[in-house]
């Protein structure tokens, strides 16, 4: 039997729970954690029994022992910690968005090349609702794809009495984030209007900022294009009342022989109402992930390609760049 991979963790915030779970189900070993806030490293050190916790990242690699490493720290950490990686020849998984810009990923990829495989952590596509649409589509029940429709909505940026909006709370950078909606939230949903309809291009946007005193958008309506005068549209408000504070989805695609409606959990072939799954959302959370580090581990051991290859990911940042070039907002490079 194979050694199993030996893993390297850098970040320990909240979405490393979920790393840490699917990298346990994938079969890896975790060898070491990473944070600069020491505190959060031990913390997560105790609850999985992992021995080694770090504060710096190059000494961590310095010490070394893993052959990949996990990057779920905030954007500004991805590039550094994966040309380290890079230079020790370990393997990088890197949370989405891989850079804060095309051009530093583009500066990125070419730093690392082929020394190493990688991959982005863009585990949306592989929701449980989302991947109930892939496989509806795939056994060809509606046809060949001729329109989509993604709507995003949340009320998490709505005011509330006595206290700051839901995320802003939840995630206090945005106070100082000139973009977020495209770039936090719905890069996710033209990640998955790439991987169901193939390549996109952003032809026109708009963007809007209907909560008060955050400096980037919460509201976008975005028009994209593909082959042979294929047309999809995506749109999202996290100032929207009524909706849930997490925000949730709509997707409607289009084919030749049916169309699929998802709404939230619940998807359905319209028409067929009465033959809909719905999908326990917050219970299956974890599938996302668990499908994530799994590909990467079985990617690493057949050397079979990526999913979400830094290549293909690079693709998505592009577009979420262009809806900002669409919108005339510019992108400081």
């Known amino acids: ?127 449980p609702h989302y991947m109930t649409v892939r496989r509806w589509i795939e056994e060809g029940r509606i046809g060949e794809i001729r329109h989509a429709a993604i709507t995003c909505r949340g009320s998490g940026l709505c005011p509330r009495d006595g ?35 193939g390549p996109l291009t952003v032809v026109a946007a708009r963007l809007n900022r209907l909560a008060e005193g955050l400096p980037g958008e919460d509201t976008a309506a975005i028009l994209l294009s593909g082959e042979d005068g294929f047309i999809a549209t995506a749109d999202g408000c ?29 998807i359905h072939i319209v028409g067929a109402e009465g033959e809909a799954e719905e999908v326990d959302l917050l219970g299956r959370y974890q599938e996302c992930f668990d499908t994530v580090m799994a590909g990467f581990v079985q990617g690493l051991r057949d050397g079979t390609p990526f999913e979400t290859d830094r290549l293909d990911n690079l693709e998505t940042l592009r577009l979420m760049e262009s809806v900002y070039a669409a919108a005339g907002v510019e992108i400081e490079q």
């Open 1 to 127: 039997m194979a050694e199993p991979l030996r893993v390297a963790l850098v970040g320990c915030g909240l979405i490393s729970l979920y790393h840490l779970r699917a990298w346990k189900a994938a079969g890896a070993e975790i060898v070491a954690l990473c944070d600069t806030d020491i505190d959060k490293a031990k913390a997560r050190a105790d609850e999985f029994g992992i021995s080694r916790v770090h504060a710096d990242a190059g000494e961590m690699f310095a010490q070394g022992g893993f052959d990949a490493v996990d990057i779920a720290a905030s954007v500004g950490a991805h590039a550094p910690v994966a040309r380290i990686a890079a230079d020790h020849g370990v393997h990088i998984m890197c949370q989405k968005p891989l850079t804060e810009t095309v051009a530093e990923a583009e500066a990125l990829i070419d730093y690392v090349g082929d020394r190493v495989r990688f991959m982005v952590h863009e585990n949306y596509r592989f929701r």
């Open 163 to 197: 206290a700051p909006p839901f995320l802003i709370e939840r995630q206090p950078y945005l106070t100082g984030f000139r973009r977020n909606l495209v770039f936090e939230t719905m890069i996710h949903h033209l990640d998955v209007l790439r991987c169901l309809c």
């Open 238 to 266: 996290l100032v929207a009342p009524g909706y849930p504070q997490l925000h949730g989805d709509r997707l409607e695609v289009i084919g030749t022989k049916g169309t699929i409606l998802m709404e939230l959990n619940r």
